[in-house]
């Protein structure tokens, strides 16, 4: 029984759910009575049923994510519940439904996914006046369909779009079927409680066994357990518990296995993969998904890491050429729920995932076949030819692949004209080889091209190849312009979609039925795949094999990978396919370099490639090094192609082994000398052992071309050197891993073309094997050589926890309300009706105003001193006599309010000691502003008695509340203008206007904008404030699809953003609140129920996200309070007031701290007074500016956390033991120990019997 014990590979693989912003969401899903998923993908795209009535199929492509909008193009084709989709194996844009409507259709996806409705279909199949169930794809011959209604089953030919097979023989509603994966059977399970074997092309009766199944006439499924001879059921007992049964067909009467469940209601939808046996459960309406391993003994199911999450409405598994492999996915489950799709991925967890793990990865079927529907219905039986998953192994690497054949109608005229050819040209053919005898693999995977324009639809117009060519070259010769041979077709779709493998099997057929042959050839111009095949696979060959390519590494999340570099053609003799010759460096192969440094990191801009992230050589001495460069494939290098890297990677012909010294002759141009290089290895190795990123990679590069390229220490103190995690001073996050010197600016033609005589011109080498000149290589290196170690001096510092990103020490604030006690509740009457630019709620340190609805424009006003529930009846308020537009408390005056209302009028209030007790509609002052609305109104930061206002008159004024003057106008709007801020320092404001632009402005100097630039595109509202003492702008507002956004901008750049982060979709304004002390900036909507926090720093990526706040409750209005009335003791270093429906509730925000009896004077700096004037409102007119003072948050009597940690633990003597004296070594790392205890929890040497009283000497004596 010691097979019991053996470990899989995939025991432990794991699911991995990503976060919401990676899933397709809010999307329209209902609950339908279906026997189908509601979800199918192929390698492209997904699709699902859409809205309540599942009438409609809204498909997107497979790697979409975001919210959707309910405008976004669907299929529009059947009248009702479509109650089962799939794609085809073999073309990923080819979709059935099949629908309540007794209705199957054929639908074709573009290339680009849809970009509107659809509603007319390629084909449409009927099954005459019943309810079809269930539909699908042979999983053998290409064009087969079929489909179940009722107790029928029928086959369709897709290319004939007649049905060619029909069997009424089931005696109720087939509720599932599925084709054994050779598709010479198929199973069926219905309603009458049995299962059923099924094969279309027997004699006589179809139905060849029978079994009973489950117990319930409820819904049921079955799915085949790849090639094997067995089936696996899924439905319910007699007691509806739900049950899992494995048979044998080869003893199908009695179960192999059976297994009950739980008592749900939902049917589990069996998802089944024959290459890893990994079977996942997902029941309909659960929110778990089961993974089981199938073994083909006991105990058969082996229950593994099971995923719980959002409620199930379908599942589907995404195929295997869709994975991301290099990420060891083994498995991709798309969750269907009701308003997302939730990829799921199964990992197995390695330690590394930098190669590509075979092991997990067996043969998988293809994507094409040669047999048709009519040949499998006439007895033809063949297997799809399986295909490899390792990156080395397909033309682009790891990426998806995906197979576009066009529509149905272009598929089947070519299909035709294939076959008329096919038979024309079999009658002239030699049986010389057995390969030539069979049809070609690939004749019904030709792609197309338009006669009329030439335009290839699918397919890789560039492949070609050496041997097949010399095959048809002399035999096939095109007869029109607009028309392509047959060969010409296939041999393009073989280069795209033909494994190494094989490639290398017809390309050694081929050479051997070739090789006496004397017809002239031609050189290859095709993909790189292909040329890297039919160059190195040669049986002549004096090496009799070949290397094959290195693994791709784990590419980062953003798919960053080295641009492409596909070897261009040339002209050579007859002998070119034959000459023996190493394998050329391709796309492909220039992935699989192996990576000597750190993993990569993700990054948000799409210009960051692998190479300029990492610049990782090539280990020296390896065979990678040297590649071989074509007689004549070696042009001009544009002047756009070269780029401002240091790195120099050297072609160097290598045909035989007596001509790689000597440069002449082969059309190669004459690379540097192994005295020039070693030259310039020596100049450059002093400096290499400090050098940082940029550096080190040149001198590795360099280094490779030297004599001691072989060593193996050499070897690996490059390797430790590049696998330091080494980034600049400014770099926080993961995209400025970039080097230091791609930064620079790039080379003029007369500084690429001039340089060192040693330089190879770039016409002499590839055009994308060059990253810069070696020109630029030897400035960089000499004479600038001093310059360089000053600038990477100060990056050899930061080590790996800059990699991550900056820490901050607001990253895990925390956002508490308030006790209820301190709640002023039983608010009512709030008004809905404030204009989007009033924040709608104001408070100050003792009480806060709160606009009501109604007519009057009526604000109430409540002191925070009597919290509580307000009693009934009329709240006393501020009766404005007009609607009210904006209001805000005085910084410096806590008792004065000034309200702005529609008739351009500002109202002075001033509020009693103890608040209101009635209403009252005389206010204190009033100041005639502006003869139009009033947009808001703002008081001055530092001087008193200075207000702002901006009306409709698209003006802002200036004035002098004690004079009741008017002293600045600031114009240059063209909108209305949403929002204006005041510098800090107070001498500069911002503006932002629904024109699109920011503008920055010097009151008492100009009444223009000094500095204008873009700020938010959408139309719908925007917010503005200042950071990091004036040097930068946030903006928040909207994009053109109305996704709330935050933006920083440099205050003296305004054309561009230096960074912008997306929240979501909501039409509510964020309003900013930016706290100086910490940089960290609050914003949140009316309406919100999240404030969400971000740390604005002056380096990349400049808003950096914390922890975000999630409140019980929607809040109406947010109000933060001066920095002098935090509770610091508590660590509390914002305060804030919410407004809710029904409460205004306090809510504090502090920072977790173990040592809170310390004054934190890490978090709490000297803070600028902003509650008390800094001068009057005559001096800031006149320009007399002066700073605020600053003063000190910390409490009397209360240590500073820096002077705690700077005391240093005293030095105790070493005491002589019975186990002699201690060492001095370990004397100091028990000071260590004392000091770092010390530092993080409270250090007591007093004893608990210390405190306690004793007896009196009289007592004892007694």
């Given at each position: 029984?010691?097979?019991?014990?053996?470990?899989?590979?995939?025991?432990?693989?794991?699911?991995i759910?990503?976060?919401?912003?990676?899933?397709?969401?809010?999307?329209?899903?209902?609950?339908?009575q279906?026997?189908?998923n509601?979800?199918?993908?192929?390698?492209?795209?997904?699709?699902?049923?859409?809205?309540?009535?599942?009438?409609?199929v809204a498909?997107?492509?497979?790697?979409?994510?975001?919210?959707?909008?309910?405008t976004m193009?669907?299929?529009?084709?059947?009248?009702?519940?479509?109650?089962d989709l799939?794609f085809?194996?073999?073309?990923?844009?080819?979709?059935?439904?099949a629908?309540?409507?007794?209705?199957?259709?054929?639908?074709?996806?573009?290339?680009?996914?849809?970009?509107?409705?659809?509603?007319?279909?390629?084909a449409?199949?009927s099954?005459?006046q019943?309810r079809?169930?269930?539909v699908?794809?042979?999983?053998t011959?290409?064009?087969?369909?079929?489909?179940?209604?009722?107790?029928?089953?029928?086959?369709?030919?897709?290319a004939?779009?007649?049905?060619?097979?029909?069997?009424?023989?089931?005696?109720e509603?087939?509720?599932?079927?599925s084709?054994?994966?050779?598709?010479?059977v198929?199973?069926?399970?219905?309603?009458?409680?049995?299962?059923r074997?099924?094969?279309?092309?027997?004699?006589?009766s179809?139905?060849?066994?029978?079994?009973?199944?489950?117990?319930?006439?409820?819904?049921?499924?079955?799915?085949w357990?790849?090639?094997q001879?067995?089936?696996?059921t899924?439905?319910?007992?007699?007691?509806?518990?739900?049950?899992?049964i494995?048979?044998?067909?080869?003893?199908?009467?009695?179960p192999?296995?059976?297994?009950?469940?739980?008592?749900?209601?939902?049917?589990?939808?069996?998802?089944?993969?024959?290459?890893?046996?990994?079977?996942?459960?997902?029941g309909?309406?659960?929110t778990?998904?089961?993974?089981?391993?199938?073994?083909?003994k006991?105990p058969?199911?082996?229950?593994?890491?099971?995923?719980t999450?959002?409620?199930t409405?379908?599942?589907?598994?995404v195929?295997?050429?869709?994975?991301?492999?290099?990420?060891?996915?083994?498995?991709?489950?798309?969750?269907?729920?009701?308003?997302?799709?939730?990829?799921?991925?199964?990992?197995?967890?390695?330690k590394?995932?930098?190669?590509f793990?075979?092991d997990?990865?067996?043969?998988?079927t293809?994507?094409?076949?040669?047999?048709?529907a009519?040949?499998w219905?006439?007895?033809?039986?063949?297997?799809v030819?399986?295909?490899?998953?390792?990156?080395?192994?397909?033309?682009?690497?790891?990426?998806?692949?995906?197979?576009?054949?066009?529509?149905?109608?272009?598929?089947?005229?070519?299909?035709?004209?294939?076959?008329?050819?096919?038979?024309?040209?079999?009658?002239?053919?030699?049986?010389?080889?057995?390969?030539m005898?069979?049809?070609?693999?690939n004749?019904?995977?030709?792609?197309?091209?338009?006669?009329?324009?030439?335009?290839e639809?699918?397919?890789?117009?560039?492949?070609?190849?050496?041997?097949?060519?010399?095959l048809?070259?002399?035999?096939?010769?095109?007869?029109?312009?607009?028309?392509?041979?047959?060969?010409?077709?296939?041999r393009?779709?073989?280069?795209?979609?033909?494994t190494?493998?094989?490639?290398?099997?017809?390309?050694?057929?081929?050479?051997?039925?070739?090789?006496?042959?004397?017809?002239?050839?031609?050189?290859?111009?095709?993909?790189?795949?292909?040329?890297s095949?039919?160059a190195?696979?040669?049986?002549?060959?004096?090496?009799?094999?070949?290397s094959p390519?290195?693994p791709?590494?784990?590419?980062?999340r953003?798919?960053?990978?080295?641009?492409?570099?596909t070897p261009?053609?040339?002209s050579?003799?007859?002998?070119?396919?034959n000459?023996?010759?190493?394998?050329?460096?391709t796309?492909a192969?220039?992935?699989?370099?192996?990576?000597?440094?750190?993993?990569?990191?993700?990054?948000?801009t799409?210009d960051?490639?692998?190479?300029k992230?990492?610049?990782?050589?090539?280990a020296?001495?390896s065979?990678?090094?040297?590649?071989?460069?074509?007689q004549?494939?070696?042009?001009?290098?544009?002047?756009?192609?070269?780029?401002?890297?240091?790195?120099?990677?050297?072609?160097?012909q290598?045909?035989?082994?007596?001509v790689?010294?000597?440069?002449?002759?082969?059309?190669?141009?004459?690379?540097?000398?192994t005295?020039?290089?070693?030259?310039i290895?020596?100049?450059?190795?002093?400096?290499?052992?400090?050098?940082?990123e940029?550096?080190?990679?040149t001198?590795?590069d360099?280094?490779?071309?030297?004599?001691?390229?072989?060593s193996?220490a050499?070897?690996r103190?490059?390797?430790?050197?590049r696998?330091?995690?080494q980034?600049?001073?400014?770099?926080?996050?993961?995209?400025?891993?970039?080097?230091?010197?791609?930064?620079?600016?790039?080379?003029?033609?007369?500084?690429?073309?001039g340089?060192?005589?040693?330089?190879?011109?770039a016409?002499?080498?590839?055009?994308?094997?060059?990253?810069?000149?070696?020109?630029?290589l030897?400035?960089?290196?000499?004479g600038k050589?001093?310059?360089m170690?000053?600038?990477?001096?100060?990056?050899s510092?930061?080590?790996?926890?800059?990699?991550?990103g900056?820490?901050?020490?607001?990253?895990?604030?925390?956002?508490?309300p308030?006790h209820?006690?301190?709640h002023?509740?039983?608010?009512?009457?709030?008004?809905?009706?404030?204009?989007?630019?009033?924040?709608?709620?104001h408070a100050?340190?003792?009480?806060?105003?709160?606009p009501?609805?109604?007519?009057?424009?009526?604000?109430?006003?409540?002191?925070?001193s009597?919290?509580?529930?307000?009693?009934?009846?009329?709240?006393p308020?501020?009766?404005?006599?007009?609607?009210?537009?904006?209001?805000?408390?005085?910084?410096?005056?806590?008792?004065?309010?000034?309200?702005?209302?529609?008739?351009?009028?500002?109202?002075l209030?001033?509020?009693?000691?103890?608040?209101?007790?009635?209403?009252?509609?005389e206010?204190q002052?009033?100041?005639?502003?502006?003869?139009?609305?009033?947009?808001?109104?703002?008081?001055h930061p530092?001087?008193?008695?200075?207000l702002?206002?901006?009306?409709?008159?698209?003006?802002?004024?200036?004035?002098?509340?004690r004079t009741?003057?008017?002293?600045?106008i600031?114009?240059g709007?063209?909108?209305?203008?949403?929002?204006?801020?005041?510098?800090?320092?107070?001498?500069?404001?911002?503006?932002?206007?629904k024109?699109?632009?920011?503008?920055?402005?010097?009151?008492?100097?100009?009444?223009?904008?000094i500095?204008?630039?873009?700020?938010?595109v959408?139309?719908?509202?925007?917010?503005?404030t200042?950071?990091l003492?004036g040097?930068?702008?946030?903006?928040?507002g909207?994009d053109k699809?109305?996704?709330?956004?935050i933006?920083?901008?440099?205050?003296?750049?305004?054309s561009a953003p230096?960074?912008?982060?997306?929240?979501?979709?909501?039409?509510?304004?964020?309003i900013?609140?930016?706290?100086?002390?910490?940089?960290?900036?609050?914003?949140?909507g009316?309406?919100?129920?999240?404030?969400?926090?971000?740390?604005?720093?002056?380096?990349?990526?400049?808003?950096?996200?914390?922890?975000h706040?999630?409140c019980?409750?929607?809040?109406q209005g947010?109000?933060f309070?001066?920095?002098?009335?935090?509770?610091?003791?508590?660590?509390?270093?914002?305060?804030?007031?919410?407004?809710?429906?029904?409460?205004?509730?306090?809510?504090?925000?502090t920072v977790?701290r173990?040592?809170?009896e310390?004054f934190?004077?890490?978090?709490?700096?000297?803070?600028?007074?902003?509650?008390?004037a800094?001068?009057?409102?005559?001096?800031?007119?006149?320009?007399?500016?002066?700073?605020?003072?600053?003063?000190?948050?910390?409490?009397?009597?209360?240590?500073?956390?820096?002077?705690?940690?700077?005391?240093?633990a005293?030095?105790?003597?070493?005491?002589?033991?019975?186990?002699?004296?201690?060492?001095?070594?370990?004397?100091?790392?028990?000071?260590?120990?004392?000091?770092?205890v010390?530092?993080?929890?409270?250090?007591?040497?007093?004893?608990?019997q210390?405190d306690?009283?004793g007896?009196?000497?009289?007592?004892?004596?007694?």
């Amino acid at each position: 029984m010691a097979w019991r014990f053996k470990a899989s590979k995939y025991k432990n693989a794991a699911p991995i759910v990503p976060k919401a912003e990676a899933c397709v969401r809010e999307i329209c899903v209902g609950s339908y009575q279906t026997y189908g998923n509601n979800i199918a993908a192929s390698a492209a795209f997904m699709a699902f049923n859409w809205e309540h009535s599942g009438s409609s199929v809204a498909v997107l492509p497979l790697d979409d994510c975001g919210r959707k909008s309910k405008t976004m193009p669907l299929l529009h084709g059947h009248t009702d519940t479509v109650t089962d989709l799939k794609f085809s194996p073999f073309h990923d844009g080819l979709l059935a439904t099949a629908s309540q409507d007794c209705l199957v259709k054929i639908w074709h996806i573009p290339e680009k996914g849809l970009e509107q409705s659809l509603s007319d279909p390629e084909a449409v199949f009927s099954h005459k006046q019943r309810r079809v169930e269930t539909v699908g794809f042979h999983p053998t011959a290409d064009g087969l369909m079929y489909s179940t209604a009722a107790g029928c089953v029928a086959l369709f030919d897709i290319a004939a779009q007649k049905e060619i097979f029909s069997n009424n023989e089931h005696p109720e509603v087939i509720q599932s079927a599925s084709w054994r994966e050779d598709g010479t059977v198929l199973a069926t399970s219905c309603k009458d409680k049995c299962v059923r074997i099924f094969d279309p092309r027997a004699a006589g009766s179809p139905i060849q066994m029978v079994a009973e199944s489950h117990q319930s006439i409820k819904d049921s499924r079955v799915v085949w357990l790849g090639n094997q001879s067995r089936i696996l059921t899924t439905g319910f007992d007699a007691a509806r518990l739900r049950q899992v049964i494995i048979r044998d067909i080869r003893n199908f009467n009695t179960p192999e296995k059976t297994l009950e469940l739980d008592c749900s209601t939902g049917i589990l939808m069996p998802l089944f993969d024959p290459d890893t046996n990994m079977l996942f459960l997902a029941g309909k309406g659960d929110t778990t998904i089961n993974y089981l391993e199938i073994t083909d003994k006991d105990p058969y199911l082996i229950e593994g890491l099971r995923h719980t999450g959002e409620q199930t409405k379908g599942a589907c598994l995404v195929p295997k050429r869709a994975l991301k492999v290099m990420e060891a996915e083994v498995n991709r489950v798309l969750q269907l729920t009701s308003n997302m799709v939730i990829p799921i991925m199964y990992q197995v967890p390695r330690k590394t995932y930098r190669d590509f793990h075979a092991d997990l990865y067996p043969e998988t079927t293809g994507y094409k076949t040669e047999l048709i529907a009519s040949e499998w219905l006439n007895g033809t039986n063949q297997a799809v030819p399986k295909m490899n998953l390792d990156p080395a192994k397909r033309e682009h690497g790891d990426e998806p692949i995906i197979i576009h054949r066009g529509n149905l109608s272009d598929f089947v005229k070519n299909l035709e004209n294939l076959k008329a050819k096919g038979k024309t040209q079999n009658q002239h053919q030699k049986p010389a080889t057995t390969s030539m005898a069979k049809r070609n693999d690939n004749e019904h995977f030709v792609m197309l091209r338009k006669c009329n324009n030439g335009e290839e639809r699918n397919g890789n117009g560039n492949a070609s190849d050496c041997n097949e060519k010399r095959l048809h070259q002399a035999k096939v010769q095109p007869k029109e312009e607009c028309s392509l041979n047959q060969s010409e077709l296939i041999r393009k779709f073989e280069a795209k979609y033909k494994t190494d493998s094989e490639k290398d099997q017809q390309a050694q057929q081929l050479h051997h039925h070739l090789d006496d042959k004397d017809s002239p050839t031609e050189h290859s111009t095709g993909s790189s795949e292909e040329a890297s095949s039919s160059a190195a696979l040669d049986t002549n060959s004096p090496s009799g094999s070949h290397s094959p390519p290195k693994p791709m590494p784990r590419t980062s999340r953003n798919n960053s990978l080295p641009e492409s570099t596909t070897p261009q053609s040339g002209s050579g003799g007859d002998s070119e396919c034959n000459t023996p010759r190493p394998r050329p460096r391709t796309t492909a192969a220039a992935a699989y370099k192996p990576r000597l440094g750190p993993k990569p990191f993700s990054s948000n801009t799409g210009d960051v490639s692998f190479d300029k992230v990492f610049a990782v050589p090539v280990a020296p001495g390896s065979h990678e090094n040297i590649s071989t460069v074509g007689q004549d494939n070696c042009g001009d290098a544009p002047a756009g192609g070269s780029k401002p890297d240091l790195i120099v990677e050297i072609e160097i012909q290598k045909s035989e082994p007596n001509v790689a010294g000597n440069g002449n002759g082969n059309g190669v141009q004459k690379s540097l000398t192994t005295s020039e290089r070693r030259k310039i290895f020596e100049q450059n190795s002093e400096s290499s052992e400090n050098s940082t990123e940029g550096e080190d990679r040149t001198d590795a590069d360099l280094r490779r071309f030297s004599a001691v390229r072989s060593s193996i220490a050499e070897r690996r103190r490059v390797y430790e050197s590049r696998s330091k995690s080494q980034v600049d001073e400014k770099a926080q996050s993961p995209v400025p891993l970039r080097r230091e010197s791609s930064k620079v600016e790039p080379l003029k033609p007369s500084q690429q073309l001039g340089g060192n005589s040693n330089v190879i011109p770039a016409s002499g080498i590839e055009n994308k094997r060059i990253s810069v000149p070696e020109g630029k290589l030897l400035e960089e290196h000499r004479g600038k050589k001093s310059a360089m170690e000053a600038a990477f001096s100060a990056a050899s510092i930061k080590r790996t926890s800059t990699v991550f990103g900056k820490v901050s020490k607001f990253r895990h604030l925390k956002g508490t309300p308030g006790h209820k006690s301190t709640h002023i509740e039983n608010l009512r009457n709030l008004s809905r009706q404030i204009p989007g630019e009033c924040n709608g709620f104001h408070a100050n340190h003792e009480r806060v105003a709160v606009p009501l609805a109604g007519p009057g424009g009526k604000i109430a006003i409540f002191e925070l001193s009597r919290p509580g529930r307000l009693p009934d009846g009329v709240i006393p308020s501020l009766v404005n006599g007009s609607n009210v537009m904006d209001f805000q408390w005085d910084p410096f005056d806590a008792q004065r309010l000034a309200v702005a209302c529609d008739d351009g009028i500002v109202k002075l209030w001033r509020i009693d000691e103890g608040g209101l007790t009635e209403p009252t509609n005389e206010p204190q002052g009033e100041l005639t502003a502006h003869l139009d609305k009033i947009y808001f109104i703002r008081f001055h930061p530092l001087a008193a008695d200075v207000l702002l206002t901006a009306s409709y008159d698209m003006t802002i004024k200036l004035w002098d509340l004690r004079t009741m003057t008017e002293k600045c106008i600031l114009t240059g709007h063209t909108d209305q203008i949403f929002d204006f801020a005041w510098s800090p320092c107070g001498k500069l404001g911002a503006s932002v206007c629904k024109d699109g632009k920011i503008r920055v402005y010097n009151p008492r100097k100009s009444e223009t904008p000094i500095r204008e630039g873009n700020g938010p595109v959408g139309t719908r509202g925007a917010r503005i404030t200042w950071a990091l003492e004036g040097h930068y702008i946030v903006c928040t507002g909207f994009d053109k699809v109305s996704e709330r956004q935050i933006s920083v901008y440099n205050a003296q750049k305004l054309s561009a953003p230096l960074n912008t982060a997306s929240l979501d979709v909501s039409p509510s304004i964020l309003i900013p609140f930016y706290d100086e002390d910490s940089s960290t900036l609050f914003v949140t909507g009316k309406g919100d129920s999240t404030i969400y926090c971000y740390e604005i720093t002056d380096e990349e990526p400049y808003i950096c996200p914390l922890s975000h706040h999630r409140c019980s409750s929607l809040h109406q209005g947010l109000s933060f309070l001066t920095k002098n009335h935090c509770d610091v003791a508590s660590v509390e270093f914002s305060k804030a007031y919410r407004l809710t429906n029904t409460t205004i509730e306090p809510l504090s925000f502090t920072v977790p701290r173990i040592k809170s009896e310390l004054f934190q004077d890490d978090l709490f700096p000297p803070t600028r007074v902003t509650w008390s004037a800094t001068l009057s409102a005559e001096d800031w007119f006149a320009c007399n500016d002066k700073s605020a003072a600053k003063v000190s948050l910390k409490p009397e009597g209360m240590d500073t956390l820096s002077s705690i940690q700077q005391v240093p633990a005293p030095v105790k003597k070493p005491e002589h033991t019975q186990f002699g004296n201690k060492s001095e070594y370990e004397t100091n790392k028990q000071q260590e120990i004392q000091k770092s205890v010390s530092a993080r929890m409270e250090y007591n040497t007093k004893l608990e019997q210390d405190d306690m009283e004793g007896v009196d000497e009289n007592e004892w004596q007694e």
